[in-house]
């Protein structure tokens, strides 16, 4: 007995041999920072060629962020409603691209080759300066100027945020090329012993999507949702961190404010990701 | 033989005929049961080839604009085939770019990148899929909020560290980290890793186990291993985003002949932009074929191991079970 629980401390202490390296990472490149910018959150940075000074404000950096700063709030709030639009629209899309690869299609590898080149691009500041450029027509919304059409058909409130994500649309859709690799994988780890039962039952493909498809994804694409928002929020083509940066060495303000809309701007998304995890995850009982 | 009435015989005897073959022809284009008829298979390619464009045709436009010479640039009658090769535009682009400099820059950093990142979070996943200790959970959690927090939130105290550390205009910031399984998505690494290692059965460790193997024996002769298309995923994944990461390495990295194409890429962009408009007339469009060009250089090797890769890499997603 003595002897099994020595060794079970060993494994234990293996165990953590393993996460060592992974450990010692975090509290240098990650606690440490992290906690080091709370602080600073909470003053004011005055650098010097030969040092650093904090004078400790409390909230006021914060405070200022929402009612003295006459840029953040309002590229906040673009940035939330163009998520809320985008992140929809890129788990659809991923879902929608996802099932039709799935597909048994004439040059299937070929698509498949083509629909991962997103996974390449997406990081890339190669595709904005291709978009910058005009590159990004060619689908058939352009060239029918469905775009047109729907600004107008909206009330007025939600004109400026839709137009920005139609007007990059195709630029949403090269973001989820991960995406759909995650509902590919998703995909097959569906047995095709439960569709085969199906069909013996009598279901067509269009029960089989919404029975059995589309509820074994669903964890799977409450992952694809944090994925995409974990991944927008720290896109190059992000207006925030274009903001967090200029404040950052914008003599006015500086690191400290700078370090308090990185904590907001944290905070949201956390919020986020919480509300999607949780609705996403929660149990729902048929039948 | 049962007749309808007020249908003649013959009409009725064509139908009988008709009747199976009626059948068949609606199951090959409509499908049956599970299986999908000729129409569905049909628009699910016209589907997909309409997706594809939105994919294929920046790509297109890319390698159709860096071949144009002015002339063919303002000249409305040309969209995509340029009326000859005009290779001018690339060796601008090269020269602007410093080409090989920013290569061999590259594909140095990012290969000691991947390669450390692979190895480190192959050790973080498999002790947190293989063995039970005290506090895992929370720490695995830590991974998790790791993954989530943007880079904008943590980059000043890192400036501060690396100038601490004297790494500022080195290549640390963008090692050391990935020998420790963080840096560029090293969260998403070791998840990748621990889900692949807590599929594989536990007895392969308990016999090696009585076979006296130790700990790292067996990490490192059998369960790594095993793992290679999970290793194949992550590297190449590595790899990319290395090659792609602009940020944080804009941020430590101000040193000019130490940028990586992708940095050298904005760079150009700038001094091109620092030319063309100090002239009031000067068009953008003149100096697109280059910017196409440099962004065509960029991404050309990626591009190219993409290739290559390709097939492997959809198979190993498959086996690595990536999301289970």
């Known amino acids: 007995m003595k002897l099994k629980l020595s060794l079970a401390a060993r494994r234990s202490l293996e165990g953590f041999g393993f996460i060592m390296p992974w450990l010692i990472g975090f509290f240098v490149f990650m606690a440490f920072p992290l906690a080091y910018s709370l602080y600073m959150s909470f003053t004011e940075v005055q650098v010097t060629a030969t040092s650093i000074n904090f004078t400790y404000v409390g909230w006021a950096n914060y405070v200022h962020a929402f009612l003295g700063d006459n840029v953040f709030p309002i590229e906040l709030m673009a940035f939330i409603q163009e998520s809320l639009i985008s992140v929809p629209i890129i788990v659809i899309f991923s879902l929608l691209v996802g099932l039709l690869i799935n597909e048994d299609v004439w040059g299937r590898s070929i698509f498949r080759a083509i629909f991962f080149l997103p996974v390449i691009f997406s990081t890339s500041q190669v595709i904005t300066t291709l978009f910058d450029l005009g590159a990004g027509g060619g689908s058939f919304i352009q060239r029918f100027n469905v775009f047109n059409m729907l600004i107008n058909a909206l009330p007025e409130s939600l004109n400026s945020p839709v137009s920005v994500v139609l007007s990059r649309f195709t630029l949403v859709l090269w973001s989820s090329g991960v995406q759909i690799l995650l509902i590919l994988a998703a995909l097959k780890t569906i047995s095709n012993t439960v569709y085969e039962a199906a069909a013996i039952d009598g279901a067509g493909r269009w029960e089989a999507f919404w029975k059995i498809t589309l509820p074994a994804l669903r964890p799977f694409i409450v992952l694809t949702t944090v994925y995409t928002i974990v991944e927008l929020s720290v896109s190059p083509f992000n207006r925030m961190l274009t903001v967090i940066n200029n404040n950052m060495f914008s003599v006015r303000t500086g690191m400290g404010y700078a370090a308090a809309l990185g904590w907001i701007y944290f905070a949201l998304i956390l919020v986020a990701l919480v509300v999607v995890y949780t609705v996403g995850m929660r149990k729902v009982y048929r039948y | ?324």
């Open chain 2, 1 to 324: 033989m049962n007749t309808r009435p007020g249908v003649s015989k013959s009409a009725d005897a064509l139908w009988q005929w008709l009747r199976p073959k009626w059948l068949w022809l609606r199951s090959i284009l409509m499908g049956r049961g599970m299986r999908s008829g000729l129409v569905a298979k049909a628009i699910v390619l016209i589907l997909l080839i309409d997706v594809a464009l939105i994919y294929v045709h920046p790509i297109l436009y890319m390698l159709s604009t860096m071949m144009m010479s002015t002339l063919d640039l303002v000249d409305p009658t040309i969209r995509w085939i340029p009326t000859e090769l005009y290779w001018d535009n690339l060796v601008k682009a090269f020269e602007g770019l410093e080409y090989w400099r920013g290569l061999g820059q590259t594909v140095f950093v990012a290969l000691i990148a991947t390669a450390a990142q692979t190895l480190s979070c192959a050790v973080a996943g498999y002790g947190f899929a293989r063995y039970n200790f005290p506090g895992k959970n929370l720490l695995f959690m830590l991974v998790f909020l790791t993954f989530i927090v943007p880079p904008q939130t943590i980059v000043i105290p890192l400036y501060l560290l690396y100038r601490e550390f004297g790494w500022l205009n080195t290549y640390f910031p963008l090692i050391v980290p990935e020998m420790l399984g963080l840096g560029l998505k090293g969260s998403l690494f070791i998840i990748i890793y621990r889900q692949f290692f807590l599929g594989q059965p536990q007895s392969l460790e308990e016999a090696a186990r009585l076979d006296g193997a130790n700990s790292l024996t067996i990490f490192a002769r059998i369960m790594l291993p095993l793992a290679k298309p999970a290793v194949l995923v992550v590297s190449l994944f590595s790899f990319v985003w290395h090659w792609n990461d602009y940020y944080l390495p804009s941020m430590f990295i101000s040193h000019q002949d130490k940028w990586s194409l992708v940095r050298r890429l904005q760079g150009l962009q700038q001094t091109l932009d620092e030319i063309y408009d100090v002239n009031p007339y000067g068009l953008s469009t003149m100096t697109e074929p280059v910017r196409m060009a440099g962004a065509f250089l960029v991404i050309a090797p990626i591009l190219i191991l993409y290739f290559i890769a390709q097939r492997w890499f959809t198979e190993s997603i498959e086996r690595t079970g990536l999301v289970e």
